[in-house]
């Protein structure tokens, strides 16, 4: 299997150090390996500062950053003072993540891979796709667009078990919006939370796929289809170990 990030918040690290960093993996694990980046910074002022990263630097700092990155990651130029190494030449194939319009917009203006986090954000899904493909350029690492959707899929024996495990991704959403982050929970009969937390939470898993075989089949069969995705990155959010195995297996079992 590939093995990838999803994904390296850019903005947080020095593009040389991430350059380094994956060129190692690539160069122990030759042909495996993804570089999966967001441009979210994705932490609070503490976390920034324990990883050295200026208050000032932002997301407008993106393009400017990736740029670099991918330097790092080419063949060398005759000029080129700074070199990653390992890293330099490895090639390691970038993808660009997101859960908006922009980043679809700059890997299409770049010829890159998009993955959309509808894991957690599936409003803007289709609008993302749309914008990606409508304005890919061919480029030397892609003639075509190539798109990946992160997608919750919760399958069970049966779709009554499936909605009862799921209860532990709701759990964790539910108290995320309270402000009050957990670690996974085991699933629980029923839920006390008002209406509105109800409908965001509902929100948050609005692309999920909960339920038992035939169930997680057509409705795979169906997403695939509307969306037209190249590759679905499935996310089984369970309590049990056991439970997450089991509803992979599922999952690959309806893929046939």
Known sequence: ???????????????????????????????????????????????????????HAGVDDFPELLEELR????????????????????????????S????????????LPFAFAAQFAPGYLFEALRLYRDNFRPSKHLEAPYAMVGLPVMAAESDEMAHYLATTAQQKFLNLIRGKPTQSLPPVDTLDWSPMERAQVEQFLGAAIIGGPETVKAQLEEFQARTGANE????????SHADRLRSYEIVAQAAR
């Open 232 to 239: 679905l990155m499935i996310n089984s959010d369970f309590y």
């Open 100 to 111: 908006s319009g922009y980043s679809a917009q700059l890997a299409a203006k770049l010829g």
């Open 1 to 55: 299997i590939r093995v990838g990030s999803g994904g390296i918040m850019l903005p947080n690290h020095p593009p040389l150090v991430i350059a380094e960093q994956f060129g190692t993996l690539e160069t122990l694990y030759p042909g495996r390996i993804d570089l999966g980046l967001g441009r979210a910074p994705g932490s609070d002022g503490a976390t920034m500062r324990a990883m050295r990263r200026h208050a």
């Open 71 to 98: 330097r790092y990651l080419d063949d060398a130029d005759p000029r080129q003072t700074v070199k990653a190494v390992p890293g330099q030449g490895t090639h390691v194939p970038i993808w660009l993540l997101g």
